[in-house]
Antibody, heavy 116, light 111 residues
């Protein structure tokens, strides 16, 4: 069974850095794209970017290019989403998603709250 | 890549049927039979209801069905139940940077 387990909720101050994680199991982690989706309070789902563990190909949606960093530790089957300097507008729920071809698999979400 | 277009809200009474549309372009919805529909309750992970336009994952009620015509995909829920009240998102494969594009979401209210 494919499972994606994300790290717990975070409460941070503006200007701080943050790295959240998503551990995959039940499939060949390196063989599938893994991505991150943002949902701001009261808003819809937005694709942030994706990463292919086998060759480290990384692609960002234009709105998120330069704002976040997606990385992967293949040895630990874990994907990461990182901010160097959080802003209040980064307050959102973040989901990791494994792009399984015809079916995508989702993590449970990580709530990030940033106070100004 | 622009988001797919969904109505902001739909509503129906218990027992009725509703349809949610999802309009894309010839570059995404119109070219690939890779449209999925998700049911989303805030704070929880989206739940896959339909994939590959018409297929239902195991465990999803057959009251949920999907279809596509041209650049528009649709989700139909028949025999509406109170538990169906949620946000619904369509998602299509798209040959863009992230391979996926979402609709803006539709809030379903069961009256």
């Amino acid at each position: 069974e494919v499972q994606l387990v994300q790290s717990g909720a975070e409460v941070k101050k503006a200007g701080e850095s943050l790295k959240i994680s998503c551990k995959g199991s039940g499939y060949s982690f390196a063989s599938y794209w893994i991505g991150w989706v943002r949902q701001m309070p009261g808003k819809g789902l937005e694709w942030m970017g994706i990463f292919f563990p086998a060759d480290s190909d990384t692609r960002y949606s234009p709105s998120f290019q330069g704002q976040v960093t997606i990385s992967v530790d293949k040895s630990n089957s874990t994907a990461y989403l990182q901010w160097s300097s959080l802003q209040a507008s980064d307050t959102a729920m973040y989901y990791c998603v494994c792009l399984g071809g015809t079916i995508d698999y989702w993590g449970q979400g990580t709530l990030v709250t940033v106070s100004s | 890549q622009s988001a797919l277009t969904q109505p902001a809200s739909v509503s129906g009474s218990p027992g009725q049927s509703i349809t949610i549309s999802c309009t894309g372009t010839s570059s995404d919805v119109g070219s690939y039979n890779l449209v999925s529909w998700y049911q989303h309750h805030p704070g929880k992970a989206p739940k896959l209801m339909i994939y590959e336009v018409t297929k239902r994952p195991s465990g999803v009620s057959n009251r949920f069905s999907g279809s596509k015509s041209g650049n528009t995909a649709s989700l139909t829920i028949s025999g509406l139940q109170a538990e169906d009240e949620a946000d619904y998102y369509c998602c299509s494969y798209a040959p863009n940077s992230t391979f996926r594009v979402f609709g803006g979401g539709t809030k379903l209210t069961v009256l």
